[in-house]
């Protein structure tokens, strides 16, 4: 596999930088968190109303699959999904530490606040954080 690293000098008239690397006012600070902060946050979001039944599976995927974590194509085939589906899911639930109130505020605001997420040989590879676990440790839902 070669890799060819592109600039933006380099791009095509009219390419814009990918959204993920746009600065945008007030995203551009972090906040360091305690583990107590990151652990709250999490708490927040898997209690701010209802879980839906496919973030409920997507995280119990997860919970099973432990440190190893699943790649973006085991984890659409055990959630019985293609891997389109897989990203409206993974989204909904970033939309979801958007919008829990206390959450948007850390310096992860979005789907990282819950999952760790790695590129592994090509692939994603997604894996619950440590403090996802010990947060569904500590309340064991009926649904995990």
Known sequence: MRVIQVTMHDAPRGARAPLWKAQRPGRGATINLRPADAANAVERVLRNGPLPAGQQALLAALYEAGQAGLTAFE??????????????????????????????????????????????????????????RKALDAHKPEWL
């Open 75 to 132: 984890l659409a085939t055990v959630l019985d999904r293609n891997e389109q589906q897989l990203g409206r899911m993974l989204a909904r639930l970033a939309q979801r530490v958007r919008r829990t109130p206390g959450a948007a505020m850390l310096q992860r605001p979005g789907i990282t606040l819950i999952l760790d997420i790695t590129p592994v040989d090509g692939e994603w590879r997604y894996k619950l954080r440590g403090v996802t």
